[in-house]
Each structure stands twice: as structure tokens, then as C-alpha cells.
């Protein structure tokens, strides 16, 4: 998410507009970026203005931000929201396929690894405000779109009004909602996400393991397990689409083969099923000791467990892999998951052979990665990988 330091300028609340560098007149929830030099078009009105400068332009008495260093970041048609302390934050970039909304920073589950540690503070009314906004002015072409946490479903009527919000504007914009599925264990809270009918929606739910004890322990939280498995199944009842997430470290991998036969035994209803690596950033550099597994040290028990469940019919992604760490064999199954803002490539990786798809790694990785990274010669390729994302 880009965030932008400036002067702020005629304004004591939040606003919220879309970037443009081409006047048209439409009105106050256009924010003009003026470049130093440039003349105010003084025959529109704007919401703000948006310069470099440490000036705002003579022509102009309304809200702007000023010392905005780095304009040339924001495309025509970003959305942002603007602060009285001067910072400005992209909200949705429309050069981009991994746009989200975090709708919280709350959470009932504390994961070992989560990549964004749960804070204990009620951000609902601010967040819902500002998306109030944001979602009307996202271009209704908007082919995917995420919400994130924290855990959404704590926002209760928030979080119904949020999707509601997502229907109307964005009808047929693909919406990806990761959850832990707790809140779906009652039945209630559930038979109201189904009457809402929200067809486009797609629930990405963790599940750690094929018993309590492993689970609640993962995501340190006594009785998640049993709310999860509840949750799911309720969900099924009310034809909510579902995909199960899985995370493989050290606790998570022994049980991998076993956990995909309990997936398909009770779960046979999912619409999709990903195996995940561990992401360096949040909580998981102060649990390496217990969660770091390299990843080619768990290749046998990942091949078994996505091969049974593709031999099963099921839908099953890797996300968050490097393709030379992987058995040529599980190449059809491995996807570029990982969001453009922080993914990367090691130097090494600069004369591989099948670097276009390849996932790459997360920023954070540099400090923590596969000891086996190689960059793969053309020989060493026997099968073609143009549908491995």
C-alpha cells in the first residue's frame, strides 16, 4: 500500500478521491495532481490538489497536499484517501491485480506465523467510513478484489454491510475474502451471508491440520478447530464457495498426507484447495526455530498430498514456490500467488529458464530462503510449464 508524506492544507477531515491528470470537470472526487510548472485549470473544480510544490497553486483555496514527493507512483484513476496530518494512501491502483481491503486489524486466533499480528483496537467504524467511499469510486471493471484482516467477520454487521457495498458497485468483480471461519460456526451469522447472495465471493479459510490439538495450537486459539470444521459445513449448506488454505512448517507438514484425506473425506464440497509457503515477516521470524522447514525437506509429503487430491478431482494450487524447488511433476499446479508489491527474484534467479513462471519469493524472504535455489538451464526442462499459473 503507498503512502505518500505532504503538507496538508485547507482540510480537518479524511478525503477520499481518484488521482487524475487530465481535468474533465467531474466534479470533488477527483484529486488533480499538478506538476511544478503546470498551470490550475481554473474552469473546474476539484476535491483537492495534489502537488510536489510547496506552493499550492495561486488559483487554488481548497484542500491539497503539498511536498508530495514521488507523484509519479499514482496512476490516473488510483483512489486515495487524504489526511489532515499530510499523509496520503492509496486505497485501490488500477494497474494492479491484487488490490484489498483491510477491513480490520482485530483478531480471535493469534496464528504462529501470521504475516500481520493481530492488533487489539476498534477500527471498525474509521475503516467502514473510509470504504463507504473507496468502494463507489473503484472501476466497476475491477476483475478481482481482496479483504483481509485481522479476522473480517469481527466486524458483525460491518462486515455484511461491506459485502453489501461490493454488490452493488463491483456486481461482477471477483471478491476473495481471507477468514479464519470461526464466526461461520453459527448458523445464524452464516444463514445471513447466504441471504445476502453474493455469488461472487470466495471464502479462503485455514485448516492445519486433521485434529484439535495441532490446529488450536497453530493458530493459538482452544477451540478454533472444532468452530472451523463447524463453519465449513455450515457454509456448505448455504452453497457458500470455499477454499482451504494450508501453510506448510515444521508443525504443519508431519500430518500433510493426512490432512488431505480428512479435506476430501469431509470437505469434498471446496471449490479450491492451496498449499502455501511461509511468509518471513509478522510473527514468524520470532517462531523460526519452530515453523522454518526448507522447503525441499518436505517435497515427498507435499507431492502426496496434492497428487491425492488431484487424483481425486479436487482443485489444488502451491502457492508461494520456487519452480527449482519443486518435482517437475508438481509444476502444473504451482501459481504466481505471491502480491506484485513484494514479490521478488534472487540474483540467481536472473538465467533461469522458467523465471516468467515461476512465483519468485516474498521480499522477506532474502533473509530466510531455500538453501537448493538454482536458476533452471533449458536442458534441465523436460515438460513445458506455460500452464503452471
Same mark, same amino acid.
Given at each position: 500500500?503507498?503512502?505518500?508524506?505532504?503538507?496538508?492544507?485547507?482540510?480537518?477531515?479524511?478525503?477520499?478521491?481518484?488521482?487524475? *491528470?487530465?481535468?474533465?470537470?467531474?466534479?470533488?472526487?477527483?484529486? #488533480?495532481?499538478?506538476? &511544478?510548472?503546470?498551470?490550475?485549470?481554473?474552469?473546474?473544480?476539484?476535491?483537492?490538489?495534489?502537488?510536489?510544490?510547496?506552493?499550492?497553486?495561486?488559483?487554488?483555496?481548497?484542500?491539497?497536499?503539498?511536498?508530495?514527493? @514521488?507523484?509519479?507512483?499514482?496512476?490516473?484513476?488510483?483512489?486515495?484517501?487524504?489526511?489532515?496530518?499530510?499523509? =496520503?494512501?492509496?486505497?485501490?491502483?488500477?494497474?494492479? &491485480?491484487?488490490?484489498?481491503?483491510?477491513?480490520?486489524?482485530?483478531?480471535?486466533? @493469534?496464528?504462529?506465523?501470521?504475516?500481520?499480528?493481530? !492488533?487489539? *483496537?476498534?477500527?471498525?467504524?474509521? =475503516?467502514?467510513?473510509?470504504?463507504?467511499?473507496?468502494?463507489?469510486?473503484?472501476?466497476?471493471?475491477?476483475?478481482?478484489?481482496?479483504?483481509?484482516?485481522?479476522?473480517?467477520?469481527?466486524?458483525?454487521?460491518?462486515?455484511?454491510?461491506?459485502?453489501?457495498?461490493? !454488490?452493488?458497485?463491483?456486481?461482477?468483480?471477483?471478491?476473495?475474502?481471507?477468514?479464519?471461519?470461526?464466526?461461520? &460456526?453459527?448458523?445464524?451469522?452464516?444463514?445471513?451471508?447466504?441471504?445476502? &447472495?453474493?455469488?461472487? #465471493? +470466495?471464502?479462503?479459510?485455514?485448516?492445519?491440520?486433521?485434529?484439535?490439538?495441532?490446529?488450536?495450537?497453530?493458530?493459538?486459539? !482452544?477451540?478454533?478447530?472444532?468452530?472451523?470444521?463447524?463453519?465449513?459445513?455450515?457454509?456448505?449448506?448455504?452453497?457458500?464457495?470455499?477454499?482451504?488454505?494450508?501453510?506448510?512448517?515444521? #508443525?504443519?507438514?508431519?500430518?500433510?498426507?493426512?490432512?488431505? *484425506?480428512?479435506?476430501?473425506?469431509?470437505?469434498?464440497?471446496?471449490?479450491?484447495?492451496?498449499? +502455501?509457503?511461509?511468509?518471513?515477516?509478522?510473527?514468524?521470524?520470532?517462531?523460526?526455530?519452530?515453523?522454518?522447514?526448507?522447503?525441499?525437506?518436505? +517435497?515427498?509429503?507435499?507431492?502426496?498430498?496434492?497428487?491425492?487430491?488431484?487424483?481425486?478431482?479436487?482443485?489444488?494450487?502451491?502457492?508461494?514456490?520456487?519452480?527449482?524447488?519443486?518435482?517437475?511433476?508438481?509444476?502444473?499446479?504451482?501459481?504466481?500467488?505471491?502480491?506484485?508489491?513484494?514479490?521478488?527474484?534472487?540474483?540467481?534467479?536472473?538465467?533461469?529458464?522458467? *523465471?516468467?513462471?515461476?512465483?519468485?519469493?516474498?521480499?522477506?524472504?532474502?533473509?530466510?530462503?531455500?538453501?537448493?535455489?538454482?536458476?533452471?538451464?533449458?536442458?534441465?526442462?523436460?515438460?513445458?510449464? !506455460?500452464?503452471?499459473?
Amino acid at each position: 500500500m503507498l503512502r505518500l508524506r505532504g503538507t496538508a492544507h485547507h482540510f480537518d477531515q479524511p478525503l477520499v478521491g481518484t488521482v487524475t *491528470r487530465q481535468p474533465s470537470g467531474e466534479g470533488g472526487h477527483q484529486f #488533480l495532481v499538478v506538476d &511544478a510548472g503546470d498551470p490550475y485549470p481554473t474552469s473546474y473544480v476539484y476535491g483537492a490538489v495534489l502537488t510536489a510544490s510547496p506552493f499550492l497553486p495561486a488559483a487554488w483555496t481548497g484542500p491539497g497536499l503539498t511536498h508530495l514527493l @514521488n507523484l509519479d507512483q499514482l496512476a490516473e484513476g488510483d483512489v486515495v484517501s487524504l489526511q489532515p496530518t499530510g499523509q =496520503l494512501i492509496r486505497q485501490y491502483q488500477v494497474d494492479s &491485480a491484487q488490490n484489498f481491503l483491510l477491513a480490520t486489524e482485530r483478531c480471535n486466533s @493469534n496464528c504462529l506465523m501470521c504475516s500481520q499480528p493481530p !492488533k487489539d *483496537r476498534d477500527d471498525t467504524g474509521y =475503516l467502514l467510513s473510509l470504504y463507504r467511499q473507496v468502494i463507489p469510486l473503484i472501476p466497476v471493471a475491477c476483475p478481482e478484489l481482496g479483504i483481509t484482516g485481522g479476522e473480517p467477520t469481527l466486524l458483525g454487521d460491518g462486515f455484511f454491510e461491506l459485502l453489501s457495498l461490493c !454488490k452493488q458497485h463491483l456486481p461482477a468483480t471477483e471478491l476473495h475474502c481471507l477468514t479464519n471461519g470461526r464466526s461461520f &460456526a453459527w448458523r445464524e451469522f452464516t444463514e445471513r451471508l447466504g441471504e445476502l &447472495a453474493v455469488p461472487q #465471493l +470466495m471464502l479462503g479459510i485455514p485448516l492445519y491440520a486433521d485434529h484439535a490439538p495441532l490446529h488450536d495450537y497453530v493458530v493459538q486459539a !482452544k477451540g478454533a478447530f472444532d468452530q472451523t470444521v463447524r463453519g465449513l459445513h455450515e457454509l456448505a449448506a448455504v452453497g457458500q464457495r470455499v477454499e482451504i488454505r494450508v501453510v506448510l512448517h515444521q #508443525l504443519t507438514v508431519p500430518r500433510l498426507g493426512k490432512l488431505a *484425506r480428512f479435506i476430501y473425506r469431509n470437505f469434498p464440497f471446496v471449490e479450491h484447495i492451496t498449499f +502455501m509457503g511461509l511468509e518471513n515477516t509478522g510473527y514468524t521470524p520470532h517462531n523460526r526455530d519452530k515453523l522454518w522447514l526448507d522447503p525441499v525437506d518436505y +517435497m515427498e509429503e507435499l507431492t502426496e498430498a496434492v497428487e491425492f487430491l488431484a487424483a481425486h478431482r479436487l482443485h489444488v494450487s502451491i502457492y508461494n514456490h520456487q519452480l527449482c524447488l519443486l518435482p517437475e511433476r508438481l509444476w502444473e499446479f504451482a501459481r504466481r500467488s505471491i502480491s506484485d508489491w513484494k514479490n521478488i527474484y534472487l540474483p540467481t534467479c536472473a538465467s533461469c529458464a522458467v *523465471r516468467e513462471q515461476c512465483g519468485g519469493f516474498f521480499a522477506s524472504s532474502l533473509t530466510l530462503h531455500s538453501q537448493y535455489i538454482r536458476a533452471v538451464a533449458p536442458l534441465d526442462v523436460s515438460t513445458s510449464v !506455460k500452464d503452471c499459473y
